[in-house]
C-alpha cells in the first residue's frame, strides 16, 4: 500500500532525477571533459565497472570475498556498537529523563564529555582495551561513543516532552512506579527515542570509518585508507558508496521498526 | 451509593507564598453530598482548577482542609496522593496515545490489581458499549473524534467505580452538537451509577443541564458566590432547555457569573494599564 502510495508521489521521481544529475555531473566532470582538478579522481564508469568486473584490476569488487570481508567487518563493528548504545543510552535517558535526581547525577557529566571529539579518544581507548580484545574492542568503543551521547539525550528530551497530564492521568488511576516506567514513560519517550537511534547509527558510522582509518586490518575505513595509500582509487570510491548504502539500509530498518512500535501515530515520526 | 461526600472547608491556596503571593482561592467552603453531581462556573483563571487539583491530590492547599467521607485528604500538612477514588478527567483529555482505547479503559484496574487483564477488557467493553462506543476497542486514540475520545476518558474513569469523578471543562473543545451528544451520554452514565462530579465548566447551558446544584465562583482570589438548586427530574432530556423554570435558572446564574466576568475584565485592564 505504502509502495503503491509512494509511486505515485512526485517526490519520488524528483529524488531520482536528483541522483541522476549528480552522477552526470560527475561523470562530466571527471570523466568527459577531465577537469584539472577532477582529473586523478575516478569517475563512475570506472567504479562502477570495477564493482561490477569478475576481473577487478584492484582486486575489489562485489564478486571478490574481500569485498564482502571489509563490508561484514564494518557492519558487525557498527552492530555492536550500536547494540551498546541502545542497551544503556536508552535506560540512562528513560531514568535521567523520569527522574530528577539521576539527571541532575548524570547531565554534566554527559554534557562535559560529549563535545569532546572522538579522535581525541583513540589513545584511551588503546591503553583502555590492550591485552584482552585489544584489536576490535578500541574500535567499537570509538563508534559507541558518540552513538551513546546521541541516544541518551534523545531518550531524556523524549520523557521530557511527556505531557505532564499523562502522568497525572497515570497517578489518578492507581499506577505504581513500575507502571509508570513500562506503560507510560518508556511508550512515551519512543518517537525521540527513534530519532536518537537514527542519529546514533549515523554518528557510529561516521566514528567507525575514523576509527578503522588509524588502526584496524579490515573495514571499510581500512579499505579507503589502504586503497589511497596504494593509488587503487577507484576502490576508494567503491568503499564510499559502499558506505552511502549500508548507512541507507541501516537508517531505513531503524525507521521500519519504529513504523512497527509507533503504530499509534498516525503519521511516522520522520 | 452513600460514599463519596466532598468537602471543601476555608480552602485557601497561594501560588509562590514567598515571592509574587498570588492568592488563588480564598477561604473557600463547599459541601457535596455523595452522589451530588456539582458544577462549577466562575471567569477563566479564578482558581476552579486549583481547587479541582488540590481535591485530586496534584498539589497541596495553604490554608483549610478538604475531606472526602470525613477523612481528610488535603490539608496544609499532608496531601494524599492521587488514587483511583478520585478520577480526573482533563481539560485537553489525556487519553493514553499509545494505546489501545480497549488498553485505556482496562489500564487503571490491571495495574491496581483489581482485575485481570481478561476481565477488565470485558468490562471495559461493556462500558464502552454503554456510552455508544461498541467496536471501537482495538482503534488508537488519534483514529477517534474528540466527542468519542472524551467517552473513552470517561469510560476508564468510571471502570474503577471511583467515589468522585473531577472533570474540568471535559467537553471544552468540542463545537456544540457533538458537545450536546457527550453531555447526554455523561447523565446516562450518571443515572446509571451515580457518582459525586465536581465538574468545571464556562458554559452556563452546560451547568444547568446537568447539575444538582450550581456553584458560581467569584473571580481571583476564589470563592463561592452563589450557589443555585438545578430541581430538573433524572433522567433529563435535552428538552428542559425549553422550559420556564430554565429559563429563571439561566437569568439567576447568568446575573452572578456576569458581575464576576465585569470583575475580572476590570481587573484584567487594571493589571495592564
Redesign the interface.
Known sequence: MRAARSLRQPGLYIGAAGVVSFVAAWYLLTEFFTLPRFSKLPGPVAVWSEFTSRTPTFGTSVFTPDYWKHAGWSVWRVAQAFFWATILGVPLGLFMGWKKVVHDYAFPVLELLRPIPGLAWVPLAILLFTGFASREAPIIFLAFLPAFFATTLNTMLGVASI?D??F?????????PR?VFL??VL??A?PYIFTGLQISAGVAWFSLVAAEMISGEYGLGFLIWDSYVLSQFPVIVIAMVSLGIIGYLFSAAIRLTGRFL?????QGVM | MATGALGIHGVSKVYDPDGARVLAVDNCTLDIAAGEFCVVVGPSGCGKTTLLNAAAGFHDITAGEITLDGRVICSPRHTQPPGAERIVVFQNGALFPWMTVQDNVAYGPVVQGKLSNAEARRQGDELLRELGLAGVGDRYPADLSSGMRRRVEIARALINDPKVLLLDEPFRAMDALTKGVAQEFLLQAYDRMPKTVFFITHDLEEALFLADRVVVMTTRPCRVKEILTVDFERPRSFRVRASRRYLELKTAVFDAVHEEATRAFEAGERELA
Open positions: 505531557d497530564n499523562y497525572r492521568a497515570a497517578a489518578c488511576l492507581g499506577s505504581k507502571h506503560r507510560i511508550p512515551g519512543l509507533m503504530r499509534w501515530t498516525t
